[in-house]
Each structure stands twice: as structure tokens, then as C-alpha cells.
């Protein structure tokens, strides 16, 4: 079955944090490097992405971890490579490798699982994460009018990383975190490019992020501005993710529910963080939360951003057996 054959059966769960569950490991300097990056000279802590290819025994268990607690679409561990982002840790040229291998990991783990059940199919989202750099805002506030960088950058940015997941072998692409809607559509730009180039139409799933209680991105837009400026595209879902946990996140996701002819996904955080920057909100706590959304047919995808866990994903899966999935409206 494909995905756009279920999800209108039921509601898709996503799975959770791989930042949380990388932190479990307490992984040093050494984690993070492999024989062809021994000599590097600048540090990789922290360069998450790579234990793609430095642990993927890691990487490949917290796919399995979130795949038995129920979810439906797993995450490529690659929310940072693009080469903007990898700049950072000076590599650049590691970007294909990152990406393809980061796919191949999470395509073995979903494809393991579908055998197991056949009547529950599993997919690959590429993350593809909105760089560390917006193409709307200046990184200068005594110079408004600079930019740290290029539309025309970030779509060949994109672009690579786009190209390396399909070859990896993903199902669908996922921009999410998108702060900066010039960036999203930078990236939506390279998506179409690459799709008409190989003739093929891989689902695109968009998810932006609220920053403030306002209800509007980092580059100031409202949440149905948002939506009014990505709807062009031929899009499988809109949705929001991260920033505020999923009781904040309910007034603006009701928004995109009611204006939006795409499916609605949500993949909100375990609350806010606390002053250690941990989050501290229960499977149970966010559970109770996310039942406003189901009650009220608000989504089609449900999973969990920042301090999620496979028991968060378990209990999110466990509940929405028991909910209809929204109903679109009217076609796009």
C-alpha cells in the first residue's frame, strides 16, 4: 500500500526525537569520528548527523526503538546536512555520503518492520532541516539589508541533499522546523527541480514552526500566512512542529485544520524546556494534550519533536487507534 492509500484510513504516527535519544549515549569525541575522519581538525561533537556513518549501530536502534513503539513514518537522521549547515564542522564534501547512508539505515529498519506486518507499512521522511542561516533576516542588526546568504544558495544546498535521500531511498521529504518560509521555498524550488528531472513525484510533507505566542514564524509570518505562501505547491501534508509543546501548539495547528486542502501533521515537543534545557512532560502529560487534537479530527500525522521518546511515540500510537482521521475539505 502506498502512504497516500492509508493515511485515509487512519491517522499516521511519526516517530519522535533522535537528539533525546542520541543523548542517552553520552557519546565523546571519539563517537563521532571514523579511519577517514581520525585526522580532522576540527571537532565533531555534537555533529549528531554524522553517527550515520560513525554508529549507525546507534542509529539504526533508535529507528527500531521508534518503529516498535508504533510509528508509521521514521525520520532520516539527517535534520543538519546540507553542506551550510555541515560548513560548521568543515565537511562539506562528506554531505552525499551523510545523507545516502542516513537513508539506507532508516529504509533496512523500515523495510524490516513492514515485513513483519504487512498490514502496517512503513516509511522513510528525509529530514531536511532549514539550515542555520535565513535567507529573510539579517544576521547584522546594524545592517538590516545584509543576508548571510542566497536563495539561489540554499536551493543548490537543498538540492544536493535532496538528491542523496532519493538515492538512499526514501519515501517522502520532510522540510521541517521551518522558521524562514524563503528558506522552505528554496528547498520546495530544488524539490520540484530533481522530481521533474527524474520523473518521479515523491510525496512532500511541509512543517513550519511558531516561535512566540503571537503565532508567527521567526521571520514574522502568521501561521495562515504561512500556509498561504507554501499552497502553490503540490504538497502531501502542512503541518508544525517544535517550539512549544502541544497544548500552545493547538490554537495555530486549528488553524491550518480549517484553511488548509492538504492532510495536517503535528509533531509538537514534551512541553518546553526546562532551565537545564531538558524537557520534563510525561508520555502521559502530552498524551492528554494531544487527545484535543483527535477529539476534534484536527490531524492525519501525529508524532513528537524535541524530548520525545519511543514511550511518548508508544502512547501517542496506542491513542489514535481510537480516533478517525481529519477529512479534507475539498481537493487542492
Known amino acids: 500500500m502506498t502512504i497516500q492509500e492509508v493515511i485515509k484510513e487512519r491517522i499516521l504516527i511519526l516517530d519522535g526525537a533522535m537528539g533525546t535519544m542520541i543523548q ?56 543538519s546536512s546540507t553542506n551550510i549547515a555541515q560548513a560548521d564542522y568543515g ?35 528525509g529530514s531536511i532541516g532549514p539550515t542555520n542561516t535565513t535567507a529573510s533576516l539579517s544576521p547584522d542588526v546594524n545592517d538590516p539589508g545584509f543576508r548571510a546568504v542566497t536563495f539561489d544558495a540554499l536551493k543548490l544546498a537543498f538540492r544536493h541533499q535532496i538528491e542523496a535521500l532519493l538515492d538512499g531511498g526514501v519515501d517522502l521529504l520532510l522540510f521541517e522546523t521551518i522558521i524562514d518560509t524563503l528558506n522552505a521555498k528554496a528547498a520546495l524550488f530544488a524539490a520540484e527541480e530533481v522530481k521533474a528531472e527524474r520523473n518521479i513525484n515523491t510525496p512532500i510533507m511541509v512543517s513550519g514552526t511558531i516561535t512566540d505566542a503571537s503565532g508567527r514564524t521567526l521571520s514574522g509570518q502568521t501561521t495562515e500566512a504561512f500556509l498561504i505562501s507554501i499552497s ?37 515537543n514534551a512541553g518546553l524546556p526546562n532551565e537545564f534545557g531538558q524537557y520534563d512532560e510525561t508520555p502521559e502529560e502530552m498524551v492528554d494534550q494531544i487527545t484535543a487534537y483527535l477529539e476534534d479530527h484536527m490531524v492525519n500525522i501525529i508524532g513528537g519533536c524535541c524530548g520525545t521518546t519511543p514511550d511518548h511515540i508508544k502512547a501517542i500510537a496506542t491513542l489514535a487507534k481510537n480516533y478517525k482521521p481529519r477529512q479534507i475539505a475539498y481537493a487542492h
Open 91 to 125: 565537511l562539506q564534501e562528506w554531505v552525499y555520503k551523510i545523507n545516502y547512508e542516513s537513508a539506507r539505515i532508516a529504509r533496512a529498519a523500515a523495510d524490516q518492520y513492514t515485513a513483519l506486518d504487512s498490514n502496517q507499512p512503513r516509511f522513510v521522511a
Open 232 to 268: 502553490h505547491c503540490e504538497l502531501f501534508s502542512v503541518g508544525l512542529n517544535c517550539a512549544f509543546g502541544a497544548e500552545m501548539m493547538r490554537p495555530f495547528l486549528k488553524i491550518l485544520s480549517d484553511k488548509s486542502d492538504f492532510m495536517v501533521s503535528a509533531h509538537p
Open 24 to 79: 542517552r549515549h553520552d557519546l565523546q569525541e571519539e563517537d563521532f569520528r571514523n579511519e577517514a575522519l581520525k585526522d580532522h581538525t576540527i571537532s565533531l561533537k555534537g555533529n549528531n548527523d554524522l553517527l550515520s556513518l560513525t554508529r549507525p549501530d546507534i542509529i539504526k536502534s533508535i529507528h527500531e526503538a521508534y518503529l516498535e513503539a508504533g510509528a508509521d513514518i521514521i525520520e532520516t537522521n539527517t535534520f
